[in-house]
Nanobody
């Protein structure tokens, strides 16, 4: 069993940066791929980025390529999402997830955090 807790969200002006963290409990975190997703009001949850269990492979949604960077530190049971050049359309609740059931980019993960709010003002 893995429990995930996100932090690092907040209010930032357009063009600014934030780093989200996802801290996991449980000794098996390092075995699982991790994904970041976001959900804006009235919209479906969407894929943002994913990273393989050892960090060797990373995947990004087209909308965030070149601006966001996903990383992980298995020794600290933590995954990160570094977000730069933020835009108002990045405003959403951001969730981390672990242990996908299939493709990294779909929402079928076994473990989810509670989310952290990111608000980008124009």
């Amino acid at each position: 069993q893995v429990q995930l807790v996100e932090s690092g969200g907040g209010l930032v002006q357009a063009g600014g940066s934030l780093r989200l963290s996802c801290v996991a409990s449980g000794r098996t975190f390092g075995l699982y791929p991790v994904g970041w997703f976001r959900q804006a009001p009235g919209k479906e949850r969407e894929f943002v980025a994913a990273i393989s269990w050892n960090g060797g492979s990373k995947y990004y949604a087209d909308s965030v390529k070149g601006r966001f960077t996903i990383a992980r530190d298995n020794a600290k049971n933590t995954a990160y999402l570094q977000m730069t050049d933020l835009k108002p359309e990045d405003t959403a609740v951001y969730y981390c997830a672990a242990d996908p059931k299939g493709s990294y980019s779909n929402t079928e993960y076994n473990y989810w955090g509670q989310g952290t709010q990111v608000t980008v003002s124009s």
